[in-house]
Each structure stands twice: as C-alpha cells, then as structure tokens.
C-alpha cells in the first residue's frame, strides 16, 4: 500500500484541469503586445543612448567648445527619421547627408547672389568662388559616403574626402572675409557657419569610426 502510494499517476490530458491549465500557459495576444512595447522601449532607449554619446564624443574633441557642439550635433541629427535607431555609422551617414543639402543650398544661393548688381567686384569674385567650391564639397561628400559605406578599408579615404570638402566651405568663408574687409558678417555668413558646423561633425564621427 504505501509503495503504491508513491507511483506516479498518468496525466489524463482530456480532464477539464489538464486543458484549463494548458490555456493558462498559452501566450495571450497581450502578451506580445507587452512584449513588442517593452523591446521597442529598450531599443529606443539604446538608440538614444548611442545618438547623445556620439554627440558627446564629438563635442568632447575641442573642450572649448564642447557645450555649443554638442547642442548643435543633437539639434541638427535628431530632426533626421531614424537617426534615433542609427549606430555610429549610420549617424555619419546622417551627418554626410545633411551636409550635402547645406552645401547644394550654399551653392544655389551663390549663384542667386551673383545675379544681384550691387555687389563689388570683389565680392562678386568671392561668390563665384564659393558656388565653384560648394560644387566641388558636394562631390567630395558623394566620395566619402561611398568610401564610408566600402568598410572599415574605406574610412582613410572617406577622411581624405571629407576634408577635401570641408576646405571648400573653409575657402568660401575666407575669400568672402576678404572681399569684406575681415567683416564676417557678410551675406552668407550664416549659411557658412552652419555648412562648416556639419562637415565638422562629419569628419569627427568618421575620426571615432577609426578608433
């Protein structure tokens, strides 16, 4: 008696408690609900996360002015869609891309400028330099994203380009200083400074690529 006691009993799988338990156990449409919610949490949490830290990284690079860079590097990538889920290669992607519209905008307004009849010619020299040169930026960019996209093997090269098109923006900003007697507050002061601020942020993240 007491050895029967202790056999196992089979499970009878059609007894109401067997199948009412079984139902119990299986995932509930809300359940994946809640698990979808908690994942998309997680990842946006961690996109945000790598977003501000590689912003921070970027700032970091000139401690100077690491407050203002910062500021201007979230401001500037969070507007993109899907810069919130982007890795570091994306967010240089992001940046490149950004650019590139701030150079074509650069270029177009030179040659809107070059249509006005008030300027002198030495300003008008310097406006045709920079829509030369934002031309020429806006292919070196093309270059360095393709070099970017190639793997690691293609960053040297990105790096190459990249600098390449942040000499144009550089020499549009000089030859206007000049043409304007070293006054910056000329007529594209404020396109150039923002063109300058985002190959800057371009060439920072393709530099933390390489480490």
């Known amino acids: 008696m007491l050895e029967q006691s202790f056999l196992i009993k089979p ?12 139902a119990e156990m299986k ?4 359940h ?10 997680a990842s946006v949490a961690a996109a945000e ?8 990284k970027v700032a970091s690079l000139i ?3 690491a407050g203002e860079r910062y500021n201007f590097c979230i401001t500037s990538l969070q507007v993109v869609h899907g810069s919130q889920f982007a890795d570091a290669l994306g967010l240089d992607l992001i940046s490149a891309g950004l650019t590139k519209t701030a150079y074509n905008h650069n270029r177009i307004l030179s040659e809107e400028l ?27 960019l093309d270059r360095g994203n393709t070099w970017i996209e190639s793997g690691e093997g293609g960053l040297n090269s990105a790096l190459f380009s990249f600098q390449e098109a942040w000499l144009r923006a550089e020499e549009c900003v000089e ?24 190959i800057d942020i371009v060439l920072k993240l393709t530099l933390l690529l390489k480490v």
């Open 114 to 140: 070059l249509t006005g009849p008030e300027l002198s010619e030495a300003e008008r020299t310097a406006i045709r330099s920079c829509a030369a040169g934002y031309a020429a930026g806006g292919l070196y």
């Open 32 to 41: 994946f609900h809640l698990l979808l919610l908690l994942l998309l949490v």
């Open 175 to 198: 030859n206007l200083r000049d043409a304007y007697s070293g006054d910056d507050t000329s007529l594209m002061a404020k396109e150039n400074s923002h063109a300058l601020g985002l």
């Open 49 to 56: 996360t790598n977003l501000e830290s590689s912003c921070k």
């Open 11 to 22: 499970i009878n799988c059609n007894s109401a408690s067997y199948q009412n338990a079984e």
């Open 27 to 30: 995932p509930k449409p809300e």
């Open 63 to 65: 401690p100077a002015t």
